[in-house]
């Protein structure tokens, strides 16, 4: 079973993403989708190190970032001195107020559930979410091939950085990218895990009482889904 140290692990090797642009546009569109007013009030769902929380907040977002692995905490802190960081399980209730928040982010997160705690987890953020306000989740699908993203991505990366750089960069941190790769087979292996099919999300979070604003996106070179609603 999966818990907070194989992702205390995992995150030794994740910041290595932020040189990825692929990962980095796709925090990009989620923020582009969310379309947060300046100085609202948002919560990251599954924060992790900060890498979404802090393009929210250089968005002039007030953000509130929850994740239950406190290692990924602290490489959020060491990013951010005042970040604002809610340790909890969001399989256990969220630990805030009804309609207390403009919007909610998610990245790469809900997948991570079975499908009941999904229900159970987006309900809870419908709960949370004021009246009109915008949620956006990015998750992988069910049929994300690691191998797919990881060359999609360099060449994506040559496009924008050039071959030498790409190059440079992957022979750099091919120890990293070597384990990434383990940990997300072991994710893969994870049977409680529930990846969603192509309009799953989108129908989980109308099950859940929210409005839909768009069709779903292919985001992440093809191998996740972005989906944007309203409560
Ligand atoms: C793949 S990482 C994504 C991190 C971040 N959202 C990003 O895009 O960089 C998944 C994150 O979900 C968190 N997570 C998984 N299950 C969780 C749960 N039940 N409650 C709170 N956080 C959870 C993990 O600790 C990890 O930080």
């Keep these: ?21 692929s990962y980095v546009e796709l925090l990009t569109s989620i ?3 969310l379309r947060p007013e300046p100085n609202s009030l948002v919560l990251d769902i599954g924060s992790g190190t900060g890498n979404l929380a802090l393009q929210l907040q250089a968005r002039g977002c007030r953000v509130v970032a929850l994740d239950f692995c406190r290692d990924a905490m602290h490489c959020h802190r060491a990013k951010h001195d005042d970040a604002r960081l809610v340790l909890a399980d969001l399989t256990k209730g969220l630990p805030f107020k009804e309609d207390c928040f403009d919007a909610i982010a998610s990245n ?12 159970a987890a987006v309900r ?31 060449r ?7 071959w030498g750089v790409t190059v440079f960069r992957m022979v750099r941190w091919m120890v990293p990218q ?5 940990y997300n087979r072991k994710l893969a292996k994870e049977s409680h895990y529930h990846y969603f ?6 129908r989980l979070l109308e099950t859940c009482g929210f409005r839909p604003l768009s069709d779903t996106k292919w985001v992440y070179e093809g191998q996740a889904l972005l989906d944007c609603a309203a409560k």
């Design 197 to 202: 099919e192509p309009d799953e999300q989108r």
């Design 178 to 182: 070597v384990r990434m790769f383990y």
């Design 1 to 21: 079973m999966i818990g907070s140290d194989f992702w205390a692990r995992y995150f030794r090797d994740y910041d290595k993403l932020n040189l990825v642009p």
């Design 108 to 119: 790469n997160v809900l997948y991570a559930l079975s499908a009941a705690d999904q229900v």
């Design 31 to 33: 923020c582009e989708e």
């Design 156 to 162: 994506s990366s040559a496009r924008a950085l050039g």
């Design 124 to 154: 809870e953020l419908h709960r949370v979410l004021r009246p009109g306000g915008r949620i956006v989740l990015a998750n992988p699908w069910a049929g994300w091939k690691p191998l797919t993203l990881y060359r999609r991505s360099v």
